[in-house]
């Protein structure tokens, strides 16, 4: 990747936005990229231009606190859970309803103090593996990939140098891998390698075994589980737990065998809330892969856990508003 001149001087800052599928996360990045000022907005069930509304008031909020500190906005920074169309700034986020075309940047622009700031919008995918390259795990990379394991499952790949986007910016959707067989209904909305392995997967299976009455949730997984319940109930040796979970490492055993295979990177960062809990089956995880991949690529891969954490796609944010900003 080609090195980027961070901000020059102690003036100049951006202005970096996460959106998730629950929450929005916000920061000024100023100096040498120094994250200041974050904060998280709960989206609360809202939806369409109410999520951009909250967007917007943390752009206005900061551009405040930058002026009160004297630094100069050069650009602003999105990360969006979905497809983020480079042409237009129009975004399509599955988990926003009302979020099919939606016109973000155009939004964003309203709100800004000076024409000159850019305003720039890319997937989380691509901000999470340009984030951890920037300042995480990756740094000296050039073959990554950004496995992102939270409500669902995508991938940043980075391939010499370049985030790889496909022909429609849809590339690392990893989440509609197909992992299993036959074919089942449940994995039209979401994909068979998310429905299987993603937090929200983890749930799914769950109650797919309580419902077959194999299992008691006499330790604490109760008829709606969640992935925290049955990390939790882990710990504790719940035999349901157990279950949900070797299946789900099989699943990002086979994950990690096709990326390694088809694309021999150097490193596949581990990230989202799930990685988080699931930091403890890495080498479990690795065991896996070494059953399906490609021998001499698997061997020289390394799996690694996230540097920046819940922060990577953030980051990325901040990277690309930095790019600009030169």
């Known amino acids: 990747m080609n090195a980027r001149k961070l901000l020059a001087g102690n003036r100049r800052a951006v202005i970096a936005i996460d959106l998730g599928g629950t929450k929005i996360a916000s920061g000024l990045f100023s100096g040498g990229g120094a994250l200041n000022h974050k904060s998280a907005v709960a989206l609360s069930g809202r939806m369409g231009d109410a999520v951009a ?10 551009q405040r606190i930058a002026r009160e500190e004297n630094l100069v906005i050069q650009a602003v920074g999105i990360s969006v859970p979905g497809i983020a169309r480079s042409e237009t700034g129009n975004v399509w986020a599955p988990n926003i309803p009302g979020w099919k075309n939606f016109p973000l940047k155009r939004e964003i622009e309203k709100v800004l103090t000076r ?12 901000c ?3 984030g951890e390259v920037w300042q995480g795990a990756a740094k000296g990379c050039k073959d ?3 496995l992102a394991v939270g409500t669902g499952i995508g991938a940043g790949i980075l391939i010499d140098g370049k985030v790889l ?3 429609h910016d849809i590339a690392g959707s990893v989440g509609w891998m197909a992992l299993e067989r036959p074919f089942r209904e449940e994995y039209v909305s979401c994909g068979c390698f998310e429905h299987h392995a993603s937090g929200e997967g983890l749930a799914k299976i ?5 419902a077959k009455k194999q299992f008691s949730a006499s330790k604490g997984i109760w008829a709606e589980p969640t992935a925290r319940e049955i990390f939790s109930a882990y710990v504790r040796n719940d035999p ?3 279950v949900v979970l070797e299946n789900a490492i099989q699943f990002w055993g086979m994950a990690v065998a096709n990326l390694v295979s088809i694309f021999n990177t150097e490193k596949i960062i581990f990230g989202g809330g799930v990685f988080g809990p699931a930091k403890k089956f890495l080498s479990t995880i690795q065991a896996e892969a070494k059953k399906w991949a490609q021998p001499i690529a698997m061997q020289r891969v390394r799996l690694q856990l996230s540097k920046l ?4 796609a953030l980051y990325g944010a901040a990277y690309i508003a930095n790019a600009a900003g030169d």
Request: net charge positive.
């Open 240 to 242: 349901l737990a157990e």
């Open 128 to 130: 999470s593996i340009l």
């Open 309 to 312: 954490g819940p922060n990577a």
């Open 206 to 210: 769950g109650k797919e075994l309580l």
């Open 53 to 62: 509304a909250v967007i917007k008031d943390e752009i206005v909020r900061l």
């Open 115 to 126: 024409k000159q700031i850019r305003v720039l919008v890319d997937s989380d995918r691509a």
């Open 144 to 146: 990554v990939i950004f």
């Open 165 to 167: 986007r496909g022909a």
